[in-house]
């Protein structure tokens, strides 16, 4: 990424405090909201498979709980540090609120990179994690899931060592699991077909129709490849996606100006979202280095890569046909960048509401490992659609009546939400 040098977290507390002023909040609240409650760090000292130890750090914040359990992912990235994390589990607090489901917002990572760790070695990172926070996280306090580079085998072997810890079942502990292992029908879909059920809405707010509609999007993992998926059964087109190559170091963008082929190009994808070069280029694919995803002659941008990719530095490369911005990642946007999408009247469907499907699904899958009973796909899925279109039209509804664009109004309707139960508590 380039640009400025980048903190989330400072542009989360940025964020906050252009709302805490719109809201009238009084100190003590802004200054609750500001932080998280909790922060545990540590480090995590992993047998790897010739013998040696390698040190990794390991982080679990718990930004606000006083919805309900902490819920929020874990990544595995080598540029991990406390502040992403710290932004992340504050941008979850808004996006479980917007969506208003029971829950409060965590995030966790650990500094490592998968692409260079064998599978034994990241079973041993996962137990490690769990052992570091088995105290503090838990079905009715705090609920990881899977985020990038993470999966549901990652869940399963977290799992395993709480549960060896705590002695029981308890597979509400965590989400994203196996299906057939606790893990939910739909969960893996659930955030890129979430981004599409805000995006349907958004459409028919604007009078725009998917099947005339084309979309770059920036990214080519979990939450990209089923953005894809829905837009395009909705006749939508997807010209370009773009993913990070590891070698190289460097971003590349993949476009094909008729539409790109969902399933093939997922068959030469790598389980981190790598798409395999050669052969893109061999099928007929336009490989550019860099970030040519953004300046796409497109009506809709989808970023679903990770934070600070739509910045002062390229925003000014958007299409002036580009009609939409649907946050796909967390934190992609940056405020100086947001300012310019604002005067251009694009409509953003900013991240904590566009990307909120998977923690809504995750809820779900809660709910189920709770009960220990499971639903079909469909019913799922219909229960996350009736929840994305409900938090867009709540956030739709401030934004026609405050005029205000919708990430501020996005952030009106959890910040009170979350302020309103910190008051209720009598916390402040
Ligand atoms: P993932 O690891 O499955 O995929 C990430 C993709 O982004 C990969 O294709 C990678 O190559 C690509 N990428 C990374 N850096 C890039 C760059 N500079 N330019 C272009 N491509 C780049 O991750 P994911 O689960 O799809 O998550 C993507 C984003 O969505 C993250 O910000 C994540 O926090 C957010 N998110 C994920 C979920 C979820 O359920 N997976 C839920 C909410 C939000």
Not at 145 to 158: E, G, I, K, S
Not at 295 to 304: F, G, H, N, S, Y
């Amino acid at each position: 990424m380039t640009g400025k040098p980048f903190n989330a977290f400072a542009m989360a507390q940025q964020q906050f405090d252009r709302v805490a002023e719109l809201l009238g909040l009084d100190t003590a609240t802004r200054d609750l909201l500001r932080w998280p409650m909790r922060e545990y760090k540590f480090n995590l000292p992993i047998r790897l498979d010739d013998g040696s130890v390698k040190v990794f750090r390991g982080f679990r914040v718990q930004h606000n709980d006083a919805r309900g359990p902490g819920k929020g992912g874990i990544r595995f990235h080598p540029r991990e540090t406390i502040d992403t994390v710290r932004a992340l589990s504050m941008w979850m607090t808004w996006k479980c609120a917007v969506a208003d489901i029971p829950l409060g917002g965590s995030k966790g990572g650990v500094v490592c990179d998968p692409h260079n760790l064998s599978p034994r070695e990241q079973e041993r990172l996962c137990r490690a994690w769990v052992r570091q926070v088995a105290r503090d996280v838990g079905p009715w306090q705090d609920v990881p899931a899977p985020d990038v580079m993470t999966n549901a085998q990652h869940m399963l072997w977290m799992l395993d060592e709480f549960e060896t810890i705590h002695g029981g079942r308890y597979p509400g502990f965590i989400t994203g699991k196996p299906v057939g292992m606790g893990g939910s029908l739909g969960r893996t879909e659930a955030t890129g077909y979430g981004l599409v059920f805000t995006l349907r809405e958004a459409f028919k707010e604007m009078g725009l129709r998917a099947d005339q509609a084309s979309a770059s999007v920036q990214g080519f993992g979990n939450v990209a490849q089923y953005a894809i998926e829905l837009f395009q059964q909705l006749g939508g087109r997807v010209i370009s996606v773009s993913c990070w190559d590891q070698a190289d170091q460097t971003a590349y963008c993949y476009r094909r100006k008729d539409g790109v082929d969902l399933s093939f190009l997922r068959g030469i994808t790598d389980r981190f979202g790598g798409i395999d070069r050669k052969k893109a280029a061999a099928a007929g694919y336009e490989v550019t280095v860099g970030d040519a995803w953004i300046e796409q002659d497109v009506d809709v941008l989808i970023p679903a890569a990770l934070e600070h990719s739509v910045r002062e530095d390229n925003v000014g490369k958007i299409s002036k046909r580009v009609r939409v911005v649907a946050e796909g990642a967390n934190g992609p946007t940056t405020p100086e960048a947001d300012h310019v999408l604002n005067e251009r009247k694009i409509f953003v469907i900013p991240d904590f509401l566009a990307n909120a499907g998977g923690v809504s699904c995750s809820y779900l899958e809660q709910v189920q490992s709770n009960m220990n009973y499971y639903w079909k796909k469909d019913e799922v899925l219909g229960r996350l659609d009736a929840t994305m279109t409900t938090a867009f039209l709540s956030v739709l509804d401030v934004s026609r009546r405050r005029k205000l664009p919708m990430r501020d109004s996005a952030y009106v309707v959890a910040v009170s939400r979350v302020a309103e139960a910190c008051r209720d508590r009598g916390w402040v």
